[in-house]
């Protein structure tokens, strides 16, 4: 039962242009969200996080929605470049049970020049 | 800035023997994490430490245990491997040191093991 769902396995934008990942979640006990980036053979790199009191967090290219009814988050990357190329993560802790983490299948984004 | 040191970064053992895998978590980070990621897969959790104490068990083997030591690193054990332990483990440490508060998790870069 995946409780993190990131339906798209792969995007394609240019660069300059917006990048939209998606992530549906279904267990409403989540109450912190978080996306991360991964390059193969790499860890993991924290990009931004949003608590399920927010329903946007921005960090300089990177934006995050939540939509707590719709059980949907969004992150949105402006203007995509090139080196934003990599597999992005989506992933939910529920506090309740020590904060770890559940994680989408991911999204492979490709920026072309 | 620190990161999560994870060694060693590549393993590989035949079926049967035991590997050791160690995790030293970012600086006055009390909390560690361990995932495993198989081919294709997104990481699943394995297990967690708060200081120095399990604090969570997710779909870990009984062949694999762990723990976490006095100077907060960590150390996953994995006796009798099997083909299908062949993945990417992943230690995450979290703690309130850089104002995140502790939800937010830092990985390392991960140890790859191999089973021959």
């Known amino acids: 039962d995946q409780q993190v769902k990131q339906n798209s396995p792969s995007l394609s934008v240019q660069e300059g242009r917006i990048s939209i990942l998606n992530c549906d979640y279904t267990n409403s006990m989540f109450d912190y969200f978080l996306w991360y980036k991964k390059y193969p053979a790499e860890g993991p790199t924290f990009l931004i996080s949003i608590s399920s009191i927010k329903d946007k967090n921005e960090d300089g290219r990177f934006t995050v929605f939540l939509n707590k009814s719709a059980k949907h988050l969004s992150l949105h990357i402006v203007p995509s470049q090139p080196g934003d190329s990599a597999v992005y993560f989506c992933?939910?802790?529920?506090?309740?049970?020590?904060?770890?983490?559940?994680f989408g299948k991911g999204t492979l984004l490709t920026v072309n020049p | 800035a620190a990161g999560v040191i994870q060694s060693p970064r590549h393993l590989i053992k035949e079926k049967r023997e035991t590997a050791t895998l160690k995790c030293y978590p970012i600086?006055?980070?009390?909390?560690v994490y361990w995932y495993q990621q198989g081919p294709g897969q997104d990481p699943q959790f394995l297990i967690s430490?708060?200081?120095?104490?399990?604090?969570d068990k997710g779909s870990i083997p009984d062949r694999f245990s762990a723990q976490q030591f006095s100077d907060y690193h960590s150390e996953l054990n994995m006796s009798s491997l099997e083909l299908g332990d062949s993945a990417l483990y992943f230690c995450?440490?979290?703690?309130?040191?850089?104002?995140?508060?502790?939800?937010?998790?830092?990985f390392g870069p991960g140890t790859r093991l191999t089973v021959l």
């Open positions: 600086p006055r980070h009390d909390t």
């Open positions: 430490f708060y200081e120095k104490m399990q604090s």
């Open positions: 995450a440490s979290s703690g309130e040191s850089t104002g995140m508060g502790t939800d937010t998790q830092y």
């Open positions: 992933a939910a802790s529920d506090g309740g049970s020590n904060y770890k983490l559940t």
